[in-house]
């Protein structure tokens, strides 16, 4: 099965935003994270007529301050924002475990709507013990089968363990990486040492620590490719 890669789209811009999205397909995105936050309150609701079209292949974000996003609005504004983004029914919404936990009446709000939630956890500072990764992902997974993890590594081990996630989820459809330069190769593996559905890069400029862009993440898993049918046709 072909690797599936998610282009992040953020820009302060509706019109930045169409472009940016034409270009990613263009250059082979399988989807689209597109990064609501980004945006001024007042424009939102014209980035959503923009991306309608494409919203089956699309994961719609809104990151609050707290967790290194844009959104600056208060959160009764994300909320009710969050709630109208699901209406929409995106591919994936992508909600913090955070905000679920914090919120019983939005999660009531997404069963009852059947919204697919990617329920996402990131630490800016490290990656935590094997023991605490194990109760976030037992946390997240009450809410969907889709969970993103992410962490800061700061030793190649880091990226080892998070990619060791894989061999006690293989229920789920767990998105496990790092940020950072050393998280690199765990952005590139989770996709082929696990059993991440796709992996993240950028359009250009990285909008996350060590995010690779997407013309680098093809030229990578096209090698990978490559070499895996010459091993196949060497028996």
């Known amino acids: 099965m072909p690797i599936k890669i998610c282009v992040s789209i953020a820009a302060s811009k509706p019109e930045d935003i169409r472009k940016r999205i034409e270009r990613a397909f263009y250059f082979g995105a399988d989807y689209v994270e597109i990064r609501f936050d ?17 919203k089956e292949r699309a994961i719609f974000t809104l990151r609050s301050v707290q967790e290194n996003g844009k959104f600056r609005g208060s959160n009764d504004d994300r909320i009710s924002w969050l709630q109208e983004l699901s209406v929409c029914r995106p591919m994936l919404l992508d909600v913090e475990l955070r905000t679920l936990l914090g ?62 996630l894989y061999d006690v989820t293989t229920e789920l459809n767990l998105i496990a990486f790092g940020m950072g330069e050393l998280g690199v190769l765990s952005r590139i593996l989770c996709t082929i040492c696990g059993n991440a559905p796709f992996t993240y890069s950028s359009l250009e400029d990285p909008i996350a620590p060590g995010q690779l862009t997407l013309q680098q993440m093809r030229r990578l898993y096209d090698k990978v490719d490559l070499r895996l049918g010459k091993g196949d046709e060497g028996g």
């Open 103 to 164: 919120n019983d009446q939005l999660v009531d709000f997404f069963s009852g709507s059947k919204t697919k939630i990617l329920v996402s956890w990131h630490d800016f500072q490290k990656t935590p013990t094997n023991k605490a990764l194990a109760d976030i992902i037992r946390r997240m997974k009450k809410y969907s089968r889709y969970l993103k993890v992410v962490t800061t590594t700061n030793y190649v081990q880091d990226c080892i363990r998070l990619l060791d």
């Open 38 to 54: 980004f945006l001024k309150q007042q424009s939102i609701r014209e980035t959503l007529q923009i991306v309608e079209p494409i």
